[in-house]
């Protein structure tokens, strides 16, 4: 007897062990809202700030015309980038006897067509320009310097009449609404910065005291960390020594093990943690609010699902889902999350051979939308007004003209863990599992006759890697494959439906869902 009641325990253990192993399905996931219950504007956040990867290639003209259309289909406010101190954008130089020489040329060709689309720059204050510089210490292919200043005061020079320049061109209204970011990660030493914590918080004073005695009501913060350190240190340094401080600035990835792996060598790991990114924001807002200076705002500066341009989790379809479960996560606690970065022109590694190789961006070098494009784009079709739903994985909205938006998603974590990189992962094709049917009731309609669109991401439906895949890889791309790839991964609506609201006002369906699918449901009111 005490045989078969321990086999049919290990049986039941096994039965157990298996289910909690198992994706669950999305059968008894029920997304209810109510086109009168609101929940108050809707926090735009995630479109606040974008990345890009430096200065200089901000002046070619493939990486303009991809950002204005980024731009104009997903309307982030600002772009922030490194190296715009640094040589090759020829800011500063010193005459035979040692005196500043200051150049924004090619400054004035990048902020001023940033003007033109509408953006605004979060000004990232960094790299030290050479002729500045005491040492000759650099960071990437294209070599930006991360040594202290040799003379702190010309550093405060330097900044001081930068934003002088800037208040002259573009009037103190418009630079009051930009930030300025002192330096790039200086924790991650001899990295990014050669010096102590000390001494950047010292490059910080100068800097912040450059910028305010040009106009006190100009925005300054830092401390820019990789994996969200010295936030309470910074708030700490700067309520001691009355330095100001405006906001606070700082980074998190999804992923574990490498370190400034440029080329993916290292191998990095999705998270299966649920509360990675979230959890360093949410922690990071805790640490303000516990501050002597409670009410900061706080900006992630930089955020993605991994933080070398070398990982094919970028180029998945996986990335859709988890950039909109990642933001959800994070609600309010963050005034802006900048996605790093929109596109693969991005050169720290120099520049790729391939279309397709796990680069940063939201579009490839060639302009093509990857998966997570979609994700902003289609955030930005949502309305101005968030509806109450306590659902985890959606949003719900309404505009003004009486339509209704429902982004919804599933996110699943397919990754094997620890026992295979990403870089071995994600370059297959990995087909994606039904989740079963997310059931759908929108209440509270006006009645009337709607044109339901339709739009989606997911495996092999806005998937330019699987068309890419299907392409056998190609090293180069023809300009018809571009085209070809182009035209089948546009975000267009994959389906639109003619829906009558009686006098109930009520719409509901079930809608079948696959692993990481993003779904927006657009209720245009006819």
Same mark, same amino acid.
């Not at 005490?2 to 996931?29: E, H, P």
């Not at 930030?179 to 990660?185: A, T």
């Not at 240190?233 to 370190?259: A, M, R």
């Given at each position: 007897?005490?045989?078969?009641?321990?086999?049919?325990? @290990?049986?039941?253990?096994?039965?157990?062990?298996?289910?909690?192993?198992?994706?669950?399905?999305?059968? +008894?996931?029920?997304?209810?809202?109510?086109?009168?219950?609101?929940? *108050?504007? @809707?926090?735009?956040?995630? #479109?606040?700030?974008?990345?890009?990867?430096?200065?200089?290639?901000?002046?070619?003209?493939?990486?303009?015309?991809? @950002?204005?259309?980024?731009?104009?289909?997903?309307?982030?406010?600002?772009?922030?980038?490194?190296?715009?101190l640094s040589d090759d954008m020829a800011v500063y130089h010193e005459d035979s006897k040692g005196n500043p020489e200051y150049n924004y040329q090619y400054i004035d060709v990048l902020y001023d067509f940033l003007i033109s689309i509408k953006m605004k720059p979060f000004v990232e204050l960094g790299f030290m320009p050479s002729a500045l510089a005491s040492?000759?210490q650099t960071i990437f292919w294209w070599k930006g310097n991360v040594t202290p200043p040799k003379d702190y005061k010309k550093w405060e020079d330097l900044i001081r009449n930068l934003t002088q320049h800037f208040t002259e061109r573009y009037g103190a209204e418009e630079v009051k609404t930009w930030y300025f970011e002192v330096w790039n990660e200086p924790?991650?030493?001899?990295?990014?910065?050669?010096?102590?914590?000390?001494?950047?918080?010292?490059?910080?004073?100068?800097?912040?005291?450059?910028?305010? &005695?040009?106009?006190?009501?100009?925005?300054?913060?830092?401390?820019?960390?990789?994996?969200?350190?010295?936030? $309470?240190?910074?708030? !700490?340094?700067?309520?001691?020594?009355?330095?100001?401080?405006?906001?606070?600035?700082?980074?998190?990835?999804?992923?574990?093990?490498?370190?400034?792996?440029?080329?993916?060598?290292?191998?990095?790991?999705?998270?299966?943690?649920?509360?990675?990114? &979230?959890?360093?924001?949410?922690?990071?807002?805790?640490?303000?609010?516990?501050?002597?200076? =409670? +009410?900061?705002?706080?900006?992630?500066?930089?955020?993605?699902?991994?933080?070398?341009?070398?990982?094919?989790?970028?180029?998945?379809?996986?990335?859709?889902?988890?950039?909109?479960?990642?933001?959800?996560?994070?609600?309010?606690?963050? +005034? &802006?999350?900048?996605?790093?970065?929109?596109?693969?022109?991005?050169?720290?590694?120099?520049?790729?051979?391939?279309?397709?190789?796990?680069?940063?961006?939201?579009?490839?070098?060639?302009?093509?939308?990857?998966?997570?494009?979609?994700?902003?784009?289609?955030?930005?079709?949502?309305?101005?007004?968030?509806?109450?739903? #306590?659902?985890?994985?959606?949003?719900?909205?309404?505009?003004?003209?009486?339509?209704?938006?429902?982004?919804?998603?599933?996110?699943?974590?397919?990754?094997?863990?620890?026992?295979?990189?990403?870089?071995?992962?994600?370059?297959? !094709?990995? =087909?994606?599992? $039904?989740?079963?049917?997310?059931?759908?009731?929108?209440?509270?309609?006006?009645?009337?006759?709607?044109?339901?669109?339709?739009?989606?991401?997911?495996?092999?439906?806005?998937?330019?890697?699987?068309?890419?895949?299907?392409?056998?890889?190609? *090293?180069?791309?023809?300009?018809?494959?571009?085209?070809?790839?182009?035209?089948?991964?546009?975000?267009? @609506?994959?389906?639109?439906?003619?829906?009558?609201?009686?006098?109930?006002?009520?719409?509901?369906?079930?809608?079948?869902?696959?692993?990481?699918?993003?779904?927006?449901?657009?209720?245009?009111?006819?």
């Amino acid at each position: 007897m005490k045989k078969y009641s321990a086999i049919l325990f @290990l049986s039941l253990l096994l039965i157990n062990v298996k289910l909690i192993g198992q994706n669950t399905t999305a059968d +008894n996931r029920i997304i209810k809202v109510d086109y009168t219950k609101t929940a *108050g504007k @809707l926090n735009t956040m995630f #479109k606040e700030c974008i990345g890009a990867g430096r200065a200089n290639e901000g002046l070619r003209a493939d990486w303009q015309q991809q @950002l204005a259309m980024t731009k104009k289909e997903c309307d982030f406010k600002y772009i922030r980038m490194h190296g715009l101190l640094s040589d090759d954008m020829a800011v500063y130089h010193e005459d035979s006897k040692g005196n500043p020489e200051y150049n924004y040329q090619y400054i004035d060709v990048l902020y001023d067509f940033l003007i033109s689309i509408k953006m605004k720059p979060f000004v990232e204050l960094g790299f030290m320009p050479s002729a500045l510089a005491s040492g000759s210490q650099t960071i990437f292919w294209w070599k930006g310097n991360v040594t202290p200043p040799k003379d702190y005061k010309k550093w405060e020079d330097l900044i001081r009449n930068l934003t002088q320049h800037f208040t002259e061109r573009y009037g103190a209204e418009e630079v009051k609404t930009w930030y300025f970011e002192v330096w790039n990660e200086p924790n991650l030493s001899p990295g990014f910065w050669t010096g102590t914590q000390a001494e950047y918080f010292k490059l910080y004073e100068y800097a912040a005291r450059g910028i305010k &005695s040009v106009n006190p009501a100009y925005k300054v913060g830092g401390p820019a960390t990789a994996g969200a350190a010295w936030v $309470p240190e910074t708030i !700490d340094f700067c309520t001691k020594n009355n330095v100001p401080l405006d906001f606070i600035s700082t980074h998190t990835y999804g992923v574990k093990q490498g370190f400034l792996d440029e080329f993916g060598t290292t191998g990095t790991v999705l998270n299966k943690d649920e509360s990675s990114v &979230s959890g360093d924001v949410i922690n990071s807002r805790k640490q303000i609010s516990n501050s002597a200076k =409670p +009410n900061l705002e706080l900006h992630y500066t930089e955020w993605s699902s991994s933080y070398t341009p070398a990982d094919p989790v970028h180029d998945s379809y996986h990335s859709a889902a988890y950039i909109l479960q990642k933001l959800k996560q994070v609600g309010n606690a963050a +005034n &802006s999350m900048s996605y790093w970065v929109f596109t693969d022109i991005f050169e720290e590694a120099g520049p790729r051979f391939t279309p397709f190789h796990g680069g940063f961006g939201l579009l490839n070098t060639q302009g093509i939308k990857k998966p997570a494009y979609f994700s902003y784009f289609f955030l930005n079709k949502l309305g101005q007004t968030e509806l109450q739903n #306590k659902d985890t994985s959606s949003w719900a909205t309404k505009n003004t003209k009486g339509d209704v938006q429902l982004l919804f998603w599933d996110f699943t974590n397919t990754h094997p863990g620890d026992s295979m990189n990403n870089q071995t992962y994600y370059i297959k !094709d990995l =087909p994606s599992k $039904p989740k079963g049917s997310v059931k759908i009731e929108v209440d509270g309609l006006q009645q009337g006759n709607y044109t339901l669109e339709i739009y989606k991401t997911g495996y092999n439906i806005n998937d330019a890697y699987a068309d890419y895949l299907a392409m056998g890889k190609p *090293g180069q791309l023809t300009r018809e494959q571009v085209k070809s790839i182009k035209e089948k991964n546009n975000g267009a @609506l994959i389906a639109t439906e003619k829906v009558t609201i009686n006098a109930k006002g009520t719409y509901s369906t079930a809608y079948k869902m696959n692993e990481n699918d993003v779904v927006l449901f657009n209720f245009v009111k006819r």
